[in-house]
C-alpha cells in the first residue's frame, strides 16, 4: 500500500486499480472513504476504463471485431506499477498494454492513474498515452464512494448534495441490465441542495449528461464538515450508493453505458474519447475536505 500525506489529509492508494484505500482526514479524524464492506459493495474507489458502465452483451465492438468486455473495464482488476518518482505527496501508477489487455481492447496504450495533495484537496488524473498508429478511443471515469454519515451517531438523512449551480436536473433510466433506455425522471431538488434519502437509489444511479454544475458537494444540517468533488473537464456524472449502505459514490465520467437497442462501434459509442496518434489524454477531478 503506497502512502502519500500532508497536514490536512493521509491517503492510501493500492497497485491493485491503482485504487484509493482511504482519504484520511487529519483536521477532523474522519475516515472518508468507503471501506468495501464485502457484504455490502466490495470497492472503495474503482477507477473505471477504457468503458464506463455497461456494455450490451457484455461486447466491446472495434473496427468490425467483437471483444468481451465486463462493465466498467479492466482496470479496477488490473495491477498497476508504481512509478520510482513518488513523493511524500505525490504517486504515480502505470497500466501498460500486454497480450491480455489485447485481447479484449485491441489498442496499444499506456494508462496512468496520478495522485497529488494540494493543501486540503486530492487531485486524481487519467493520462492515456496512445501507443498506436492510428487514434485509440476509450471511455474513463471515477467511481469514488464516500462515507456517510462521517460521525458516529450520526443519520444518513442528516446529510445532503449541494451542487455549485440551480438547475432543473434529469436522470437518465437505466434498464435491470444496466443499459440506458432513452427514458428521463425529473430530480427532486431544494433549490440546489438534493437531500440524501435511503430510498433515492432504489431506480439504479442517477446519471446526469448536461450538468452546468462542475462540483458537488456533502453536507450534514448538524455540523460544517463536508467533502467536495470538482470535476472540470467532465461531461457526465454518476451519483450512486447501494441502497441501504452507509456512503454515496460521486463519479465523475468521460463515457457512459450503452443504449438498448444501440450497439455501436466504440468510435460512435456516446460521450466517447478519442487520443491521437503520438497524442497524450490527461483530465483531473479533485476531492477536497
Not at 23 to 30: I, L, M, S
Not at 98 to 118: A, G, R, S, W
Not at 148 to 158: K, L, T
Not at 209 to 223: E, F, G, W, Y
Amino acid at each position: 500500500m503506497t502512502v502519500i500525506e500532508n497536514e490536512y489529509l493521509r491517503v492510501s492508494i493500492s497497485t491493485q486499480g491503482a485504487e484509493l484505500h482511504s482519504v484520511f482526514n487529519k483536521q477532523t479524524g474522519v475516515e472518508q472513504l468507503w471501506q468495501a464492506n464485502p457484504d455490502v459493495w466490495p470497492w472503495h474507489a474503482p477507477n473505471l476504463f477504457p468503458v464506463v458502465g455497461g456494455l450490451i452483451n457484455d461486447e466491446l465492438h472495434v473496427d468490425g471485431q467483437n471483444y468481451a468486455m465486463k462493465r466498467h473495464g479492466f482496470a479496477r482488476q488490473s495491477e498497476f506499477k508504481m512509478a520510482a518518482e513518488t513523493t511524500k505527496t505525490h504517486a504515480l501508477f502505470s497500466l501498460h498494454y500486454n497480450d491480455e489487455t489485447l485481447k479484449v481492447y485491441p489498442y496499444k496504450f499506456t494508462f496512468q492513474i496520478i495522485y497529488d495533495l494540494i493543501e486540503n484537496s486530492l487531485r486524481v488524473t487519467y493520462k492515456v498515452i496512445n501507443l498506436e498508429s492510428k487514434p485509440v478511443y476509450f471511455s474513463v471515469g471515477g467511481h469514488p464512494a464516500f462515507n456517510v454519515p462521517f460521525n458516529a451517531g450520526e443519520s444518513y438523512e442528516d446529510y445532503y448534495l449541494e451542487f455549485e449551480t440551480t438547475e432543473a436536473l434529469a436522470t437518465h433510466r437505466l434498464s435491470a441490465e444496466g443499459y440506458f433506455n432513452g427514458e428521463t425522471d425529473p430530480v427532486q431538488m431544494n433549490g440546489n441542495k438534493l437531500r440524501l434519502t435511503r430510498q433515492l437509489f432504489d431506480n439504479d444511479a442517477l446519471v446526469f449528461k448536461q450538468l452546468n454544475t462542475r462540483q458537488v458537494t456533502i453536507k450534514s444540517d448538524k455540523h460544517d464538515q463536508s467533502l467536495s468533488v470538482e470535476f472540470p473537464h467532465f461531461n457526465y456524472l454518476g451519483i450512486w450508493a447501494k441502497p441501504g449502505a452507509d456512503f454515496v459514490c460521486i463519479e465523475p465520467w468521460l463515457g457512459c453505458a450503452d443504449t438498448e437497442g444501440k450497439q455501436v462501434d466504440i468510435s460512435q459509442k456516446e460521450c466517447i474519447q478519442k487520443v491521437e496518434q503520438g497524442h497524450v489524454f490527461e483530465s483531473s477531478f479533485y476531492v477536497s475536505v
